[in-house]
């Protein structure tokens, strides 16, 4: 059976599996105050181009939580957060958001993108006159990079966006739960771009690499200064906070997090050639890791049995779009495999 | 100066203010445990047709107010409320139904109105696959009778839509704001029906004739069994409450509530007469003391510094929709210098 | 049949119903934002001292409301309020702070005060290491004037416990519900003292003259700045806002404030001194509208059905506390009457 | 350097590391869809007495996730929740359990514990009159097993608490993150014994042996119908569910629970044996994992350099509490080491 349903469907990398069992037996301190968390710390504010003081870090379980405990720090009380309609926050996270008070705000989604002129006229007319006070106030705006569907912003469409912030005194979050994948595949986006385009925003862990984990970072340091006690009451705080700094340190030493990107784009890249060659139409173009076909009932039908994967949707009369997800642990082999199937 | 801005202008129906005053001296228990409370209430659940244990109500002192406090009540925690996009919970409420962690989950509207066949796709496509665990389950279907543009639904429609809610599980809200004027100008909805149809709903008092006050009714009384813990957790308990007891026994003496329906009813059709006579367009054919034009933008700028309404959304290039709003205390005189303005 | 149950058991002083009379028919614009609400922030101001800019007030419907209110505004996400046990929001709003998230951290009531040592000392030790980060933190200091047992602070402790507030720079946040009584019996605290020690604080309507209202007044205005969202989405916001503006101004033209405050107290010492000299003791001497005393329980027993009062506390063996509380309704006839029941 | 700080410092029990090294690179669906999780949980509800559909059972990440989950679980909206002064959720939660609106509502600490005459006190007075409607109702009782200072109830004590909860219609939640520890070490108390008297539990894993994961475990099926989307909207859900089943599995095959308990409390008898041999003070007599002694400040001093443990309380004058804490790895050795020290 080969799975391509997601890619949180392994345990972690072997690089991050081997430090994790080697520390395994030693004694640190709790809640992230060990030295591993520091050294993972220093490693990723590095890559950001954050360091000496010019930003801050912090390590989080999973998605759905980091989305509610950052839009909850940064939006004021009751304010909403600004999306795309197809943005993960308003589909897919069981009101997360809403939970802690948010309302999120929807903009048309353009293959999962959030346009900046769009954007620009929503604040506009907003601000248009008093009623916005009996309204909910836009607190924070919210994009994914890559997106829900595998897209991804040019450098000059987040800078666009960024603009349309500034302009209106808003901060940008970005969520980077595939990053690396979203990074290997960008023609001129780099973290460091990232890291100086929003004002917070994370590196995605769970779907790239590790066991769990997202690093959260901003180059506002002084919104984290009660973080512990922020994260704590939302439920987030891991007692044993070394085990996402061993993990964090693994993917930014020896380039692991970009090699991990590299192969989940790569293969993703000999499926769509694959299919592609074989005459199956793309449902969308991602140059990232998801990968979007409409295929014919007969043949997903066929594929079923050996090849997991997800129906983009309800099934359709005679084509019906399916989604193929490769990861860091995808190999050519799986690929090949699959194409003989069909 | 002749003000059409809205139905919350005026204090309250000299037939409420006098039983405000006459009562003034008296000492009476608080938080809704007088004389007067209990009279209203038997005075509102007979009205309603819930007499006999059969229902309860209690009383909230303003709109949105209800509406986050009704919704916090019967929807489960984290469950979602289903409205139209144009109604009021999701547009100009400040996210007070956000505020207890509710999302609000938008269906197309029709004229402010939802339609029962989209609400059933909706609930089919919600529940057609497991993916519903992560996402925001529906606690209640909320509507509004009259609708934010001043339609109401047929018998029909209200019960097309109840039995979705049957069929799916979940219970049905009816926003009543401005109930008064949406049962005078309907063809074929009483309050005994509003009752029967709605799980629970509100008879509203502060666009209707009282100062404020919105009666809540429900045909499920044991919901009601810890109200006055729920309301003051919601910081929407009257200290004095018996104030709300006065004024909605007022309203349900006398034929009351009837009577100031039908007189924003009859000075906004006869408004609609003489505008439509003198030519001007309908923005949007509404039976009820809301009425929507479209002007040309000459005619808005000579009318405006002798008379006040609303533009309805922003102005146009040569001419903009507008709102006009009458109440229980409009008189024909006053719609005739108005018409006269023209 | 004499009431001596709480100070909200009337409607409101004929000075303030009169000018509910002569603008019921007026129309106004809504949530505050009309001409009599000017006037009554205008004169609060004054009052308080905090003229040109130098305060903002915003008004409020009722007491637990208001607190609600303003500790979430306050107070950082998720940080706590420190209060006395006995603390109005510790012990009887039903949870309505911890609603929107904030715990009430507790210190030792001393007849109703917060002492400025202890207070300090909670400071001191909470702060003592690391460990604060796993607990709540105090985003505010909440104390009562008059406490709810009828006491006061001397100018002296109020500016203890500022000092402490300044040091550990948390905001002070006072409740007034029942001020007019506290300020009349207080030898050295003005309205002015309160508005300058305190960072927030309200002047009670409910219990002091309106039919309900709260009229929030901080020297800090920058704190308003989207005070009206924050309100609507507690629910707080009332349409027909002008109704506290007519009532606050009519409570601060013509020394109304004063008077009421005075007729509470006046009443309360005649009802002291006839009990004291008729022998009964005192529970705790209350300077204001509050009077505390022991009753033999036969006496209860005979005075119950001809006057009402609260017992503070269980029924005991063989004499049981019991409050007393004047209005500004009271006169020195009822108490005449009533001491004549003895 | 020895550490005794804390039972979280370490990794996991080889044993589990060995499984989830094994299973690291296999794929399963998310979200505790996998067999590893259906696997874990059949265990888990046979070690409770609960199979054949008698209780439940859902994984979560940790400890103060857990209890802030599962009490919004349970309690009712802006219901409290009952526990002693010194719980863990009124001390160092950093506000998770008010953080979705509930109130936590204390009673004395007895070496940690609750007493049930307390309680039921508590209860009779807090519904003696009417006035409870304006309190927090307290929707959930709260106990830890063992508690925060290592001591654990009597059979004969949980069932009285049982009986109380019982009469009073409220909720049994036990706090078992050191539960492995606290069955060792009982004479009477068994797992199945927990089960039935806790209408829900957690079965501790991140202090006993495992990463990170609480297995909350309830003789309620039915309050677990929702628990997905409940654990999302708390940001709680793994998107790597099977890591807590293959942990948990671990846990419950080959008695290894027990073993890590047993390892645990052994090591902390032989520390408390070595160390009131060398006459030594107890602070507190633990017959579980933790363990407290009164040392000099002399001895704490000489120690700190060669092994860590916490200071209970501020540094007192001579002798200041300290406290010891074994767990799963804790070998004979280093308490022979230890005890060399001194």
Redesign the interface.
Known sequence: ML?F??D?????H?EV?SR??Q?????????GSDEYTSRAKKLVLKACGLEDGRGDVVFL??????N??VI??VA?????VICVETGHIN??????V???????ITLPSHEGKMDAGELNEWFT?FY?DE?W?????PGVVYITFPTEVGTIYTKAELTAIREVCDKWNTPLFIDGARLAYGLVSSADVTLKDIAALADIFYIGG??CGT??GEAVVTRHPEWLR?I???I?????????GR?LGVQFAALFENDLYSRIGRNGVDTAMALKKGMTERGFELFMDSPTNQQFFVLPNEVIDRLLPRASFELWG?RQATHTPVRFVTDW?TTEEDINKFLCLL
């Not at 004021?76 to 909403?80: A, E, I, Q, V």
């Not at 589909?91 to 997360?96: L, N, P, R």
């Open positions: 799975h349903d997601s949180y469907m392994r345990g972690c072997p599996l994790l069992v520390t395994n037996m030693e004694q640190t301190p709790g809640y379980v999973g998605g759905t939580q980091t509610a405990t909850d720090l004021g009380r009751y304010d909403g589909v897919h996270e069981s009101g997360a809403e939970a802690s008070g948010h309302k999120v007319s248009g009623t006070k009996h309204m909910v106030r769970t779907k066991l769990f009660h512990v006690s922020h704590k009451a939302h439920g987030a705080l891991m007692a044993k085990l309800a642990g």
